[in-house]
């Protein structure tokens, strides 16, 4: 799992800044901290997208907020989740051939393993992806004589193929020190934002 965690400090200077008004400290910092939530989240889904072949979608919703209230001053964005799915990577398919891509370095590559080539389907519930055929999970007694029935691409079993999960693409110092600069900037400014908000309106 990866967090990126939004704190303050600085409450005094809050409480200074409002003057007869700091007992609504507690509500501009909780506003500004649940604001640096949501640009974070916005910023951690757009990192993969530097490196691999992946859709925001695929990422976003693997990116859970957790939100400040006003006695917990602390709020934070957590990435967790399996590997996403390879079908919501890069791929393409011709003449029966599939190939795919999860980082953006590197050219599309044949999913194939001697015999077997992967295949893109849908299953029972509508769900599409890129599949690998895995062979008979047991044997199946279907003949009068006892012995097992041949296998075929009707009774085989099969896995779906998967890429990077959203922890694991996000796992790059570079990159999350930029989340938490990001984040910092925006809680700052919203900080003043709410700050101000409240003096005008008294």
């Known amino acids: 799992m990866i967090i990126s965690q939004v704190d303050v400090t600085g409450i005094r200077e809050v409480e200074r800044q409002l003057g007869e008004l700091k ?42 907020p957790h939100k400040a209230s006003r006695s917990n001053l602390k709020g934070a964005v957590s990435a967790s989740g399996e590997r996403i799915d390879l079908y919501k990577f890069k791929r393409s398919l011709a003449g029966g051939i599939v190939k795919a891509a999860v980082i953006k370095a590197n050219s599309p590559k044949t999913l194939e393993k001697g015999e077997k080539r992967a295949f893109i389907a849908t299953v029972g519930n509508g769900h599409k992806g890129i599949f690998e055929r895995q062979g008979i999970i047991k044997k199946r007694k279907t003949r009068k004589d006892g012995l097992s029935s041949r296998i075929t691409k009707h009774n085989e079993s099969i896995r779906e193929l998967t890429g990077l999960s959203a922890p694991q693409m996000l796992n790059n110092e570079g990159a999350m020190h930029h989340i938490e600069h990001v984040a910092g900037e925006t809680l700052s400014k919203r900080l003043q934002h709410h700050v101000d908000y409240i003096l005008q309106r008294g």
């Not at 604001?35 to 990422?59: C, L, N, Y």
């Open 23 to 64: 007992n609504k400290a507690p509500v501009a910092l909780c506003r500004a901290i649940n604001d640096a939530v949501s640009k974070t989240r916005t910023e951690m889904k757009k990192v993969p997208q530097d490196e691999f072949h992946v859709q925001q979608k695929g990422v976003y919703k693997e990116l859970k």
